[in-house]
Antibody, heavy 122, light 111 residues
Framework: QLHLQESGPGLVKPSETLSLTCSVSGDSISGSNKYWGWIRQSPGKGLEWIGSFFYSGGTYYNPSLKSRGSISVDTSKNQFFLRLTSVTAADTGVYYC??????????????WGQGARVSVSS | QSVLTQPPSVSEAPGQRVTISCTGNNSNLGVGHDVQWYQQFPGTAPKLLISGDNNRPSGVPDRFSGSKSGTSASLAISGLQPEDEAEYFCQSYDSTLKTVVFGGGTRLTVL
């Protein structure tokens, strides 16, 4: 059964790094003709795309993150990861890992994790 | 402020038809980038409802339909049911901003 599951700390201190893991079951990150990525949702900014990757292609990020975000993958565990550096309160929200159809300019997010709530606070 | 503009809320009676608009510009909808629509219930993740302007994924009732013309798109829901009460988001890609963009969401109330 297709399933995405986020995990990681629910509380991060300002200026530190937010790290999340997405565990994928029922599909193969390296064998699938899909993109994989991260989206966040907050009351202030609504839904915001963070970034995506295609296993045999490139990784793409939202320019508004100003290079603070990075996505990596561990195909042996069928997991991918998000790191967001120098976080502020504006980074508080629910973070979703997603599967999406290529290419990026026509992409649809066809599978979502349940979401991980992250608060940035001292 | 979202790149794609949606009305904050709409309401209609059960059994009726409602449309939700999504307005963009010539960097996103106007250059032909696909529009997607998502349905979200409180406390849950969004769910893909319409892709590629007007295509329903398997399992989505044919009461839901999408359309696009120029810099605007619409989601229509016919035969409204109480369980359709949710928030709806549109999504596309912006060539100038070089990013995926979303609408601010529309809360549908079934009276």
């Amino acid at each position: 059964q297709l399933h995405l599951q986020e995990s990681g700390p629910g509380l991060v201190k300002p200026s530190e790094t937010l790290s999340l893991t997405c565990s994928v079951s029922g599909d193969s990150i390296s064998g699938s003709n899909k993109y994989w990525g991260w989206i966040r949702q907050s009351p202030g900014k609504g839904l915001e795309w963070i970034g995506s990757f295609f296993y045999s292609g490139g990784t793409y990020y939202n320019p508004s993150l100003k290079s603070r975000g990075s996505i990596s993958v561990d195909t042996s565990k069928n997991q991918f990861f998000l790191r967001l550096t120098s976080v502020t309160a504006a980074d508080t929200g629910v973070y979703y890992c997603v599967r999406q159809t290529p290419p990026l300019v026509l992409t649809a997010f066809d599978l979502w994790g349940q979401g991980a709530r992250v608060s940035v606070s001292s | 402020q979202s790149v794609l503009t949606q009305p904050p809320s709409v309401s209609e009676a059960p059994g009726q038809r409602v449309t939700i608009s999504c307005t963009g510009n010539n960097s996103n909808l106007g250059v032909g980038h696909d529009v997607q629509w998502y349905q979200q219930f409180p406390g849950t993740a969004p769910k893909l409802l319409i892709s590629g302007d007007n295509n329903r994924p398997s399992g989505v009732p044919d009461r839901f339909s999408g359309s696009k013309s120029g810099t605007s798109a619409s989601l229509a829901i016919s035969g409204l049911q109480p369980e359709d009460e949710a928030e709806y988001f549109c999504q596309s890609y912006d060539s100038t901003l070089k990013t995926v963009v979303f609408g601010g969401g529309t809360r549908l109330t079934v009276l």
